[in-house]
């Protein structure tokens, strides 16, 4: 038996695109274990977040469910990228597995793209099902357009770039946690996501015209409704800044080596 | 015929802007085919060391080569040519050893059948197979690390690294774990072997550094590493606790106290000398055990390393 020496470095698209499958794997298998209860915890939130909203408040005008339903699968995807996958690195190292993961001689790229088609496995689930729910319980008109490819696809790539972001430069496991939990809590209480903006004081709405979670509930509303968003464009584009922001970070930390 | 020796030339990794110093110019080489142990106690700067050689970690200073590639300017070619066994276990708890093996060895670049090949024999070869298709949570810490073993040299690259290696390992496998790296460097890889197992280390390495504080104190093959040590034997007196070193007779050459352990280096012609002075500190209840043997990698290593605070100031 002879042990593989390797002949030359592997380079090019064909190098990247069997890095990428082979990471997928390693990233589905690798939570096989936790996979199947955290796509059933998504269904459950987010049918949950939107049937315990309408409980609360017993009548709820049809726009407000409209919001509330739209922004519902905003925060799925947004908790999943923002989240999980930095609790996932946090627990890497946390159990000092960081080191293995990250020598092994893959893209960077492709350890991000395989994450971000995990993301959408854990998360599309979740809001499939929460706008069933929505359409059943509440009477709102919803317009589901191609438009919610880019916008949902944008929306996935940031949040999952700015969680790798948090994850990757923050050293300690316990402030990556802490920093993800205090984004989830902004997300849902103080970011037009459930409701316009028009509710909000002047200066936080002001605020979030600078922070990526309204814009994403934009963008993302933007496919699945008519008439309701306004400045989709500048939507877009502040995502877009976000989302390069956010990559470029990811990529000087790892490179930095420190 | 590209030279694929790797070479550290004073390699140097500090932290607070150049206080501390984890590595301080490391100048070394690894041939292909070679086991060189990096030998050194807790904290030594082994695990930074390594670390640099992947790409985890960038040198303050210094260069990394292995054969045409700078592995400091270009960390995604070091981690395609070098394989690493971290210190911890390996993140598999939902993988079933056959699965992480060959996910691995695909990850590095083998083809399915190559690597399902290699892995198969791998299992045979460490005696792992009952646990080929038990998932990675229900394994215990010593098969963990086979498998991890497995995992890093099933497609090794040029280079691979491995930090304590047979830690939680049995006996047994650990006889077939360094079969295993043997046929590593006889099929022409460079192996890296970090450890404090000196006595292990002693029978599988081609050479070794011996390093503390950041530092190269020492480096050779291990009998060249006694070579100072010939025609000389240990005397280890077990002192009864908290006892001060007693005077040194004049025939003691060198010693290293660590906590009760004193070790006297005598030569051979005063084993007789040697042996009535510790008897007589244990008539008069200094001692309480002694033993005459030929010294070990572990003397050179432990007068190398021995730590200075935990020594007794010799008795003058």
Not at chain 1, 157 to 171: D, E, N, S
Not at chain 1, 215 to 221: E, G, K, L, P, T
Not at chain 2, 82 to 95: D, E, V
Not at chain 2, 151 to 158: D, E
Request: aromatic share 8%.
């Amino acid at each position: 038996m002879t042990v593989a020496v390797i002949p030359a470095l592997r380079t090019g698209p064909g190098y990247w695109w069997h890095s990428f499958v082979m990471m997928t794997r390693w990233e589905i298998v690798g939570l096989r274990l936790l996979l199947p209860i955290t796509v059933f915890v998504q269904l459950l939130t987010g049918a949950g977040f939107v049937l315990g909203v309408g409980l609360f408040f017993g009548q709820i005008p049809s726009r407000a469910a409209l919001f509330l339903s739209t922004g519902v699968i905003v925060i799925t995807l947004a908790t999943v990228g923002l989240v999980l996958g930095p609790q996932l690195i946090a627990a890497q190292k946390a159990e000092n597995t960081y080191d293995f993961i990250w020598s092994l001689p893959v893209p960077r790229s492709t350890a991000a793209a395989a994450w971000i088609v995990t993301n959408a496995i854990i998360a599309v689930p979740g809001m499939v099902m929460a706008l069933l729910v929505a359409n059943l319980r509440y009477d709102i008109d919803l317009v589901v357009s191609a438009a919610i490819v880019p916008g949902a696809l944008l929306t996935l790539y940031t949040a999952t770039m700015l969680g790798y972001a948090i994850a990757h430069t923050v050293k300690q496991p316990m402030l990556i946690n802490l920093i993800t939990q205090v984004t989830i809590f902004a997300l849902t209480g103080f970011s037009p996501v459930n409701f316009p903006k028009e509710q909000l004081p002047d200066w936080l709405a002001a605020l979030n015209e600078f922070l990526p979670l309204s814009h994403m509930a934009n963008v993302m509303r933007a496919g699945l409704t008519e008439g309701v968003v306004a400045g989709l464009a500048r939507s877009y584009l502040a995502l877009s800044l976000w989302a390069v922001a956010a990559t470029l970070v990811t990529a000087f930390v790892l490179r930095r080596r420190a | 015929m590209t030279d694929w020796t790797f070479r550290a030339v004073d390699v140097t990794k500090s932290y607070d802007d150049g206080k501390t110093f984890a590595n301080d110019r490391i100048t070394l080489h690894v041939e292909p085919g070679e086991v060189y142990g990096l030998l050194g106690p807790n904290g030594a700067g082994k695990t930074t060391l390594v670390k640099q050689v992947i790409g985890l970690l960038k040198p303050s200073s210094g260069t990394m080569n292995l054969g045409p590639h700078d592995l400091v300017d270009d960390p995604d070619a070091a981690r395609q040519l070098c394989s690493y066994l971290p210190q911890a276990q390996m993140p598999i708890n939902s993988f079933k050893t056959h699965e992480a093996i060959a996910i691995t060895g695909m990850i590095r670049g083998g083809t399915a059948a190559a690597v399902a090949a290699r892995r198969d024999a791998l299992i045979e070869a460490l005696d792992i197979g009952e646990w080929r298709d038990t998932l990675g949570a229900k394994l215990s810490g010593g098969v963990k690390r086979l498998v991890g073993f497995a995992m890093v040299t099933v497609w090794p690259g040029r280079v691979v690294i491995l930090d304590e290696p047979t830690n939680d390992v049995d006996p047994l496998r650990r006889r077939l774990l360094w079969e295993q790296v043997r046929r590593l460097g006889d099929e022409g890889v460079a192996v890296f072997l970090v450890t404090h197992n000196v006595l292990e280390a002693e029978k599988s390495v081609d050479r070794l550094a011996i390093i503390d504080r950041g530092r190269i104190l020492a480096e050779g093959t291990p009998s060249s590493l006694k070579q100072v040590d010939r025609g000389r034997l240990r005397l280890h007196v077990m002192l009864a606790p908290h006892t001060p070193t007693p005077e040194l007779p004049p025939f003691v050459e060198d010693h290293t106290r660590v906590r009760s352990n004193l070790i006297a280096v005598i030569s051979e012609a005063e084993a007789v000398h040697g042996i009535g002075w510790a008897q007589e500190l244990m008539g008069i209840g200094i001692a309480e055990e002694y033993a005459l043997a030929a010294t070990t990698l572990e003397d050179v290593y432990v007068r190398l390393t021995g730590d200075v605070a935990a020594r007794e100031p010799a008795s003058s």
